[in-house]
Antibody, heavy 121, light 110 residues
């Protein structure tokens, strides 16, 4: 059974960048898009962007345009989300997620365990 | 893309039904049948319980049902159980390769 396994917690200073990885374990996700979603403490879920690893096409939420970069490594089955220019309000739990098979835009049924990113001076 | 509007809280006694609304606009909920609902327990990854407005993933009990009218989608949980106590989020495809989530609703089982 495919699982999404994310990298561990990170602490960064304001203005710096963070790179979070998401690896497919037990299968390939190259034929699916992988989205990144975050949840700040006490806040709701927020979609950041996605990548189609097979062709490398990315889409980013307008809010994060210019600050987020999502890449994929087809050979290792990993995707990476880099967020630059970190601000205190970027402190959040970051998830990678895959849409339910057969419904590209219908909903995310497979999620990583989440990676806590803390921005602190 | 502003978040979809959900009531902050909802509650019901065991066995009762609770419904949660999710209001968007003509560019998201009203435009696409790509509304999903997630159940989220703190510290765990969100769980997809409804997709494409009213479809249930394998393993999700039929106590959970979804619907949509115009720009408002709804989730109904029937036969409320203690384990249904969680945060619930709606989401919608919003066109131009964009997605939007709802503000979230905390469901309390009395």
């Amino acid at each position: 059974q495919v699982q999404l396994v994310q990298s561990g917690a990170e602490v960064r200073k304001p203005g710096s960048s963070v790179n979070v990885s998401c690896k497919a374990s037990g299968g390939s996700l190259n034929s699916y898009t992988i989205s990144w979603v975050r949840q700040a403490p006490g806040q709701g879920l927020e979609w950041m962007g996605r990548i189609f690893p097979m062709i490398g096409v990315t889409n980013y939420a307008q809010k994060f345009q210019g600050r987020v970069t999502i890449i994929a490594d087809k050979l290792t089955g990993s995707t990476y989300m880099e967020l630059s220019g970190l601000r205190y309000e970027d402190t959040a739990l970051y998830y990678c997620a895959r849409p339910i098979p057969g419904s590209g835009s219908g909903g995310f049924d497979l999620w990583g365990q989440g990676t806590m990113v803390t921005v602190s001076s | 893309q502003p978040a979809l509007t959900q009531p902050p809280s909802a509650s019901g006694s065991p066995g009762q039904s609770v419904s949660i609304s999710c209001t968007g606009g003509s560019s998201d909920v009203g435009a696409y049948n790509y509304v999903a609902w997630y159940q989220h327990h703190p510290g765990k990854a969100p769980k997809l319980i409804i997709y494409e407005v009213n479809k249930r993933p394998s393993g999700v009990p039929d106590r959970f049902s979804g619907s949509k009218s115009g720009s408002t989608a709804s989730l109904t949980v029937s036969g409320l159980q203690a384990e249904d106590e969680a945060d619930y989020y709606c989401s919608s495809y919003a066109g131009t390769n964009d997605y939007v989530f709802g503000t979230g609703t905390t469901v309390t089982v009395l």
